[in-house]
């Protein structure tokens, strides 16, 4: 039993250690299995981002104008993730943003210059995501981050159990961890991805339908992005990964703010 749990707690470090750049204790006798193991752990790196993020917001909005708090939350999410997802998310829309055969598209996503289309996307995420932030109130705001960061994470680590890995030799930032995903497993990231979620609306009743909304405009895009990435590319790659986190983010926190206008 120790073992095991000693086994799980390894894994969650490989998955902060892969997904930000908090320092982790050195792993001794790292084994690449442990990255592929640690897919379930996704969303709990994507909880300290947000929980990270949403401290930063709340200290910084006791001092300064409330939108340059929401900038400085945002600017915290990319400072820990290294803007990993949003480099995938540029890299996917400079990819499929136009009409191109998938041949030209992976190797457009392997190109690391960044173009028309994905500096329009990159621009649109960052600019949605701090306007969500901006017309949320300071206890909104604080459960935007806290469940929209592990919940984003966990929708797209769940697009590996639905769709083949397109294997390219340099794509860095999905063939680690890119073993097929069980639909069991699959389950259980999404679980820990809810769970921020499940616990506020046991908590605070009032926020079941806003987060019912933001739970169902994610689940709603993960299958387009699904249809999308499978209809392109026949698959997925670590920038569609990334691409499909922004997606969730971005329209939970729409669909959060809108339920929250209409319920009050």
């Given amino acids: 039993m120790i073992r095991a749990l000693a086994h799980e707690w390894r894994l969650v470090l490989v998955a902060l250690q892969y997904f930000t750049r908090l320092p982790v204790p050195a792993l001794q006798h790292f084994d690449a299995r442990w990255l592929s193991q640690s897919v379930r752990y996704f969303p709990l790196a994507g909880l300290v981002v947000g929980l990270a993020s949403a401290l930063v917001l709340l200290a910084a909005s006791a001092l300064l104008p409330w939108p340059v708090a ?11 993730t290294g803007a990993f997802h949003e480099d995938g998310l540029a890299d996917t829309f400079d990819a499929l943003g136009g009409h ?30 701090w306007q969500v ?5 300071p206890d909104e705001a604080v459960v935007y981050l806290v469940c929209a960061h592990p919940l984003a994470r966990a929708m797209a680590a769940a697009l590996m159990a639905s769709l083949p890995y397109v294997r390219l030799d340099d794509d860095a930032k999905a063939k680690p961890v890119a073993q097929p995903m069980t639909v069991g497993l ?18 605070y009743p009032s926020w079941i339908f806003a987060l019912a909304c933001g739970t169902a405009a994610a689940a709603a895009v993960h299958g387009l992005s699904r249809a999308w990435f499978h209809r392109r590319l026949g698959g997925y790659t670590g920038d569609a990964l990334g691409c499909a986190e922004q997606f969730g983010e971005i329209v939970f926190g729409l669909a959060l703010l809108a339920a929250l206008r209409y319920a009050g």
């Fill in 70 to 80: 929401a900038l400085l939350a945002l600017a915290t999410s990319l400072w820990m």
């Fill in 133 to 137: 932030l901006v017309a949320l109130q």
């Fill in 100 to 129: 191109v055969p998938r041949e030209r598209a992976l190797a457009i996503m392997r190109d690391s210059r960044i173009g028309s289309y994905g500096a329009v996307a990159l621009v649109l995420s960052l600019a949605l995501r």
């Fill in 186 to 203: 699959a389950a259980v990231t999404l679980v820990i991805g809810l769970a921020p979620a499940l616990v506020v609306a046991g908590v």
